[in-house]
């Protein structure tokens, strides 16, 4: 009697350990800005509670020049910022096939890129990741305080198969970018004295061709046919858009920003195959691993359901004699 008991408590177990889940990722993490030792560039890092298990392999995080008073810079500001650039951290080259940065001079947001196959963060550095040093090239002879800070989108994800806004806004903190004595003055033009040497913005799609070339590289049949597709769709958007010949530098950003999400999210066809791997048998023996809305087959929800029932009859029929 005990061990038919047993049996029964033990399908029970199993039948509400297969009830259907789905892994819903946290949207909390921060962004950390620091200044380095010599106060002429700042640090950036980025922390997220689970990243690791979450396997992040994506990123995007947009930088923002402000004054002191966290405002959006003016063109004070903006007018004197040849260049923001980030000279990413060594650890991320290991990591991230994609490493990408675009200065939009007009609004003084530096958009950064970065994108790969395998995990970004690691438990074992308490899921914090150090991005690089953003530093800047400055007109004239003065030195100049610049301002950084984000706004409460400016991180963003790739969680599964979604882009997930990460809520973290931080206060601006300052760098001294130093000045140019031999700076010398543009010269006007003769046409038009008020605004020298004035010309539209260049589309660049340098970053796009390379990353549409970067896309090639990777073959169907060694990824899952969902996640290749998200890639496929997202290449020949791109391709619409470098052939575009008044296309903007936003829908480039946008391309280049699809496709390198596509290539981050990514899943090798092994990691979706019938039989698990020995590492995902260790981290969930009882099945395959749960992935961000993963849902459990139905069909062992009802075997269990018949199981238990088939076990209970039988210790129905077994008290009756």
Known sequence: MKKYIRGIIMAVFAFVAILPQQVHAEDTGEV?????????????KVQIPNAEQERISSL???LLVKDAAGNPAGEEILGRIVSL?????????????????????????????ISGTEPLFSDQDENLLTVGIV??????????????????????????RSVVSILSE????????????????????????????????????????????QAAEYVETDYTSESYGVLKKAVEEGRVVYDKQDASQTEVDQ???AIENAIGGLIP????SAEPS??????????????TGDFSPIWIYAAMMIISAGLLLMVRGRLRR
């Open 269 to 272: 066809a092994t990691k979706s």
């Open 32 to 44: 950390l800005l620091e200044k380095n030792e010599t106060q002429t560039a700042v640090v950036v």
């Open 60 to 62: 995007q995080l947009k």
């Open 278 to 291: 020995l590492e995902e048998l260790a981290k969930n023996p009882g099945g395959a691993a749960v992935q």
């Open 85 to 113: 650039a980030i000279t990413f951290d060594d650890g991320i080259s290991g990591k991230a096939k994609i490493q990408e940065q675009i200065y939009h001079e007009d609004t003084g947001s530096l958009n950064i890129y």
């Open 170 to 213: 931080v206060q601006p903190v300052s760098f001294k970018a130093a000045g140019n004595p031999a700076d010398a003055q543009e010269p006007q033009d003769p046409q038009n004295p008020q605004n020298p040497g004035e010309q539209l913005p260049a589309v660049d799609k340098s970053k796009l061709e390379r990353v549409l070339a």
């Open 255 to 257: 391309a280049v920003w």
């Open 135 to 160: 530093s800047a090239v400055i007109l004239g002879e003065e030195d100049m305080e610049i301002y950084l800070g984000t706004d409460a989108d400016s991180f963003q994800v790739v969680k599964g």
